[in-house]
């Protein structure tokens, strides 16, 4: 499966607060019960959502079908009580589908948005903010660590 991304974006935590914020101008009009977040992606965004559109009630679809670069089986851990009417569902992204078809099935009547959508998935949300293409690999910074670099004039005297 890891060969199907020939692409990498890399979204730094200043970018996702932009982008997140951008998606809530396009929401802040709309009144939500609350938020549901699926986990594990989905939950640094609704955090930022429910911040932007002063929403405290916040809870979680728990499902778990990445392994880093793979996507493998899909495992509901958690779900929820209700059919998701007045509620927004959060998720960082939409990828093949597969996920969003299982939550979308567990809450049909949820607003379902996502900050990046990919084309296979992107008919399963109701709004997104950026495209990405489908070979396109999206590096989180919550994935990814800051690390030391050398000065260039040192790795060259090497």
């Not at 793979?70 to 509620?87: I, R, S, T, Y």
Request: glycine fraction near 6%; include cysteine.
């Amino acid at each position: 499966m890891a060969n199907r991304y020939h692409q990498h974006f890399t979204v730094s935590w200043d970018q996702l607060h932009r982008d997140v914020r951008e998606l809530c101008h396009r929401l802040v009009e709309r009144d939500f019960k609350g938020i549901v977040a699926i986990t594990r992606g989905g939950l640094i965004p609704a955090a930022l959502i429910a911040r932007e559109l002063n929403v405290r009630l916040i809870d979680t679809v728990c499902i778990s079908s990445y392994d880093h670069m793979n996507q493998g089986g899909l495992d509901v851990l958690k779900g929820v009580d209700h059919d998701g009417e007045g509620w927004l569902l959060v998720d960082d992204l939409v990828d093949t589908g597969k996920t969003a078809r299982k939550v979308r099935e567990m809450l049909p009547k949820a607003h379902f948005v996502t900050v990046y959508a990919k084309p296979e998935g992107r008919p399963l949300v109701d709004q997104y903010l950026t495209e990405v293409a489908q070979d396109c690999w999206i590096q989180f910074p919550w994935d990814m660590g800051i690390a030391y670099v050398e000065p260039l004039v040192d790795q060259v005297k090497r």
